[in-house]
């Protein structure tokens, strides 16, 4: 009998939920949240102001940790996961490019792409080589050696980019990657992350454009810290909606009843 293949998900989020504040301050940021992304996936989510589209990020990153609910990395719940393990898995297999792109303004171009293999046990001299080849790659090769401060906007967020990659993370997480670009470099920007989304890398974006959601395979809205839709090659699912069956003759007969 052909063996039935069953896709695991990268990130599985169960019930999650994200509390800031205590007493009448306390409010829930991720609210009763479930999502399942698989491997390769491109998911767009967009959604108004204070929705918690960072909060949800950054608890996908491991940046942060959720109050309440499961979160599966690769199968495992992070939530068993030490501390150092917790970083390691944060190193090994998530890029993160921020909303404001957070470069290191003391270190120039090349130290800053090449800070993330700091914490994976790469040599110095092989961290510098690889982070020019991913320079290169961004083509940047010509300001290794600018600092931050020397850039434009579309360039400090292609070394931020380069960065997210350098250690080749099977994740990358982008929260408004081209919120502070013109069009021109978003689009590159776009053209960029489209590129790895074709290389397998699964890519969850934070975005306010609509016009950049046509890159996404997997658009998601999200309101007042929950899924509000979830569109999926052309299909709606609306969240807690029962999966649709074709209706039995009994059911078809009782609605030309109650049509007539
Ligand atoms: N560290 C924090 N302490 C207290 N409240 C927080 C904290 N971080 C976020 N919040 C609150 O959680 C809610 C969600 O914030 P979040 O930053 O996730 O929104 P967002 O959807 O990313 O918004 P934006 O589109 O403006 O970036 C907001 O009401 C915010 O005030
Ligand atoms: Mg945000």
Request: positive net charge; aromatic residues 6%.
């Given at each position: 009998m052909a063996k039935k293949i069953v896709k695991e998900p990268v990130i599985e989020l169960l019930a999650l939920?994200?509390?800031?504040?205590?007493?009448?301050?306390?409010?829930?940021?991720?609210?009763?949240?479930?999502?399942?992304?698989?491997?390769?996936?491109?998911?767009?989510?967009?959604?108004?102001?204070?929705?918690?589209?960072?909060?949800?990020?950054?608890?996908?990153?491991?940046?942060?940790?959720?109050?309440?609910g499961d979160y599966r990395l690769d199968s495992q719940s992070v939530e068993s996961l030490s501390h150092i393990k917790r970083a390691h898995a944060r190193a090994k297999k998530i890029g993160f490019v921020f909303q404001d792109f957070n470069l290191i303004e003391r270190m120039n171009v090349i130290e800053n792409v090449a800070l993330p293999l700091t914490y994976s046990g790469v040599s110095p001299t092989k961290r510098l080589g690889l982070a020019s080849k991913m320079l290169a790659n961004f083509?940047?090769?010509?300001?290794?050696?600018?600092?931050?401060?020397?850039?434009?906007?579309?360039?400090?967020?292609?070394?931020?980019?380069a960065r997210a990659l350098v250690n080749k993370p099977a994740i990358l997480l982008a929260d408004e990657p081209t919120g502070n670009l013109d069009s021109k470099s978003s689009h590159i920007i776009m053209e960029e992350l489209s590129e790895l989304h074709k290389r397998g890398n699964t890519i969850i974006m934070v975005?306010?454009?609509?016009?950049?959601?046509?890159y996404a395979s997997r658009v998601i809205t999200m309101l007042d810290g929950k899924i509000d839709t979830d569109t999926?090659?052309?299909?709606?699912?609306?969240?807690?909606?029962?999966?649709?069956?074709?209706?039995?003759?009994?059911?078809?007969?009782?609605?030309?009843?109650?049509?007539?």
């Open positions: 939920e994200k509390r800031f504040g205590f007493g009448d301050a306390e409010h829930l940021a991720i609210d009763n949240l479930d999502l399942r992304v698989e491997k390769g996936e491109f998911i767009a989510i967009m959604g108004p102001s204070g929705c918690g589209k960072t909060t949800l990020l950054n608890i996908i990153g491991l940046l942060d940790t959720p109050s309440d083509h940047l090769s010509e300001r290794e050696y600018y600092m931050p401060w020397q850039l434009s906007g579309g360039q400090t967020q292609r070394v931020a980019i975005t306010h454009n609509p016009d950049l959601t046509t999926k090659e052309d299909k709606v699912v609306e969240k807690n909606s029962a999966p649709k069956r074709p209706l039995s003759i009994k059911q078809r007969k009782a609605i030309k009843r109650k049509k007539k």
